[in-house]
């Protein structure tokens, strides 16, 4: 089994900056890929980033420039930093790792308003 746990969500207004986090433990040997996805009100979960077993990363067209995926093995936690946050970015965020199945955190809520 994998547990994750995010943390680092929050009220932010547009244009502010916050880091989520997301500790990962328990059998990540076949780690495959963990990231993020988000689901904003009435809407679908969408991916928004992903790193690679190797460390390639990927984001999502919607936030390129303004986040960034980051991992750090020895913490076993992956980062997302979001900069430049609209209002379109609020949501609850989902940490997601795949092994040969995959793992969902609890979702941590970010809400971008003035």
């Known amino acids: 089994q994998v547990q994750l746990v995010e943390s680092g969500g929050g009220l932010v207004q547009p244009g502010g900056s916050l880091r989520l986090s997301c500790v990962f433990s328990g059998d990540t040997f076949r780690l495959s890929s963990m990231g993020w996805y988000r689901q904003p009100p009435g809407k679908q979960r969408e991916l928004v980033a992903s790193?690679?077993?190797?460390?390639?990363?990927n984001v999502a067209d919607s936030v390129k420039g303004r986040f960034t995926i980051s991992r750090d093995n020895a913490k076993k936690t992956v980062y997302l930093q979001m900069n430049s946050l609209k209002p379109e970015d609020t949501a609850v965020y989902y940490c997601?790792?795949?092994?040969?199945?995959?793992?969902w955190g609890q979702g941590t809520q970010v809400t971008v308003s003035s």
């Open positions: 790193v690679m077993s190797g460390g390639t990363t």
């Open positions: 997601y790792l795949i092994t040969t199945i995959r793992f």
